[in-house]
């Protein structure tokens, strides 16, 4: 009888963790959900964002901080958010809009970012002969020419969203 208690419980404890990895979104990836959460946060998050974006005030400065792994970017937020009594605040934000940290929302901010880019560079370069497409690609940024293939498609099949909420952001909605 105890054996099958053990099993009871071994198995419901593997049942709950896995509903809890199934309740975790997926923040790494350009879907439809991960891209209305990322719509909703923004407001919320400005604030944060303009204490974050301070820690870096020219393009290398931006460009190293990116290089860096997500655990050290998440390390140094949480830093300067502490330093500037912020951290309870953000927390709470990436809490309620089911991110893991402000770096997390922040990377897949560039993820989207750079993919509308790269969306926008291969229309042009479509309508540029072969000279002007060179020109083009060494003046585009290493970051966008690597965007894949499929960040590019998820931006094509939802450009309309994207745009409205552009719009409606601009407007202050």
């Not at 990116?66 to 140094?76: G, N, R, S, T, Y």
């Not at 540029?128 to 498609?153: C, M, T, Y």
Request: glycine letters at 4%.
């Amino acid at each position: 009888m105890k054996v099958i208690h053990v099993f009871v419980f071994v198995f419901l404890y593997c049942v709950s963790l896995g509903a809890q990895a199934q309740l975790l979104p997926d923040n790494k990836t350009l879907n439809k959900q991960s891209v209305q959460r990322w719509m909703q946060t923004n407001r919320d998050m400005e604030p944060i964002l303009q204490v974050v974006d301070a820690m870096h005030p020219t393009d290398e400065a931006i460009k190293a901080f990116e290089a860096l792994p997500a655990v050290e970017q998440d390390a140094k937020i949480h830093a300067v958010l502490a330093e500037k009594n912020m951290l309870t605040t953000a927390n709470t934000i990436t809490a309620r809009h089911g991110w893991k940290s402000v770096g997390e929302y922040m990377r897949l901010s560039t993820k989207l970012g750079n993919s509308i880019a790269a969306y926008f560079l291969l229309g042009d370069l479509g309508r540029v002969n072969e000279e002007q497409k060179k020109a083009l690609r060494e003046k585009a940024d290493p970051a966008v020419l690597a965007v894949p293939e499929s960040d590019i498609a998820f931006v094509k099949a939802n450009e309309k969203t994207l745009q409205q909420y552009i719009q409606a952001y601009g407007a202050g909605r």
